[in-house]
């Protein structure tokens, strides 16, 4: 498949209902639904890095120790989006979305009841399993009820709910735990995910699963190219956005000398950004995936070179944080729908594969931070390794272009090719 192809391919092709009988009302509610499903993720995945001090003193483990909370949370992302949507491709879509929310629900219930590290450790590994999936059938189904012209629109709809949650979602549930102690916070993510699944039950039409799909048909997305390339290109590229953001808590207070209390204003800020490069992302990605992407990645890593030189200021730090999350979310909702367009007839397993990605970069950029961190490098330097990992990601995305282009160059050639019989 040709980088043409991840942008011209339309999405939804298999079982959907009929869009002629779905009014606009009905399809927003239904969205809208699914886009709840992405505040609990986004609420539950982010808020973590905001009460990080006050898990760490919870469980008696240091800032850095705690931190690979984070990356366990990425690992269940990483090996429960392509297990879950491979064995449950032939599942009802509607189903699955809200079995997978309820999952959401027992996982982060499980966190809110863990006590020691090694507990609360295997409690996020199993709050992420559901995560990439519940992305993969809900941006599926969100494409289905649309026009192709305005698949981009949709999947950016699903997604908006996820920046919604670091705008309200991870803001109020810090606020839970520093008052009320940390586990508030994941009791908050259980009452949402309840009230979700009713909605998605709701909302969304009954359609039956694709009885087509096998788990090897899902599966043969990981020999496309450029399957391979964009996830390549996530893993890499959006660590650079983790490596600064899961430190965000103890960069505003060591190094841009707020107090604890500003630290879900600062997230605020980040989420406002996510919320506005949702909205963004849609109409720019069914404009130029490619050049979202690009443009994406170059923004990206000159705000976290910034840092370095500006940290010490307030102002500058939520100002760069809010440009940060801004980028972040176009950058994942270009890629997400290249996924989508890029592996055919497994649909649902690109899309829940741009979640894999970002959770890989999730852990790796918790990692990397960690360690420079703990070398004594201070809060700001997490920021310089995640320019370094955009600027890999962007140079990954590049020479994919490259290579994906000189095979549809070499396709197109040999189509035009004489046989030894017309020569």
Request: glycine share 12%.
């Amino acid at each position: 498949m040709t980088s043409s192809d991840t942008r011209d391919t339309a999405l939804g092709a298999a079982p959907a209902p009929d869009r002629q009988q779905l009014s606009s009302l009905r399809v927003a509610a239904a969205i809208i639904a699914l886009a709840l499903g992405g505040f609990a993720i986004g609420t539950t995945e982010f808020v973590t890095m905001g009460l990080l001090p006050e898990i760490a003193t919870g469980i008696g483990a240091s800032i850095p120790s705690t931190g690979h909370i984070i990356t366990s949370y990425a690992l269940g992302v990483v090996i429960g989006a392509p297990l879950i949507v491979s064995l449950g491709a032939r599942l009802p879509r509607r189903e699955l979305a809200a079995g997978l929310v309820l999952a959401l629900g027992v996982g982060n219930a499980v966190t809110a009841l863990a006590s020691g590290y090694d507990h609360v450790m295997f409690a996020r590994f199993l709050a992420g399993l559901p995560h990439g999936a519940y992305f993969g059938v809900a941006s599926l189904i969100a494409a289905s009820l649309v026009p192709p012209d305005q698949q981009g629109r949709a999947v950016s709809r699903v997604m908006i709910g996820l920046s919604v949650g670091t705008v309200i979602g991870v803001p109020v549930s810090t606020w839970l735990g520093q008052s009320f102690g940390w586990r508030a916070a994941y009791w908050f993510v259980v009452a949402i995910t309840v009230v979700t699944a009713a909605l998605i039950m709701w909302a969304i039409p009954h359609v039956r699963g694709d009885k087509t799909a096998t788990v090897r048909r899902e599966l043969e997305a990981l020999r496309r190219p450029a399957v391979l390339y964009a996830v390549a290109t996530g893993m890499i590229g959006f660590g650079g956005i983790f490596a600064m953001y899961s430190y965000v808590s103890p960069l505003v207070t060591e190094e841009s000398g707020l107090s604890i209390e500003a630290v879900p204003l600062v997230l605020l800020a980040y989420g406002v950004g996510s919320v506005i490069g949702s909205w963004a992302a849609g109409p720019l990605v069914d404009w130029s995936i490619n050049r979202t992407v690009i443009g994406s990645f170059v923004v990206t890593a000159l705000a976290l070179v910034l840092v370095l030189p500006f940290a010490g200021s307030a102002a500058a730090t939520i100002a760069i944080i809010f440009v940060v999350g801004l980028l972040g979310s176009m950058l994942s909702i270009s890629l997400q729908v290249r996924l989508m367009r890029a592996a055919g007839d497994a649909e649902m397993l690109g899309a829940a594969l741009n979640h894999s990605a970002l959770n890989v970069a999730n852990g790796l950029g918790a990692l990397l931070g960690s360690l420079v961190i703990s070398a004594g490098w201070g809060y700001r330097a997490p920021s310089l390794v995640g320019a370094g990992l955009a600027v890999g990601g962007l140079a990954i995305f590049l020479f994919s272009l490259w290579v994906l282009g000189r095979g549809a160059q070499r396709q197109r050639c040999d189509d035009i090719a004489p046989s030894p019989e017309q020569a």
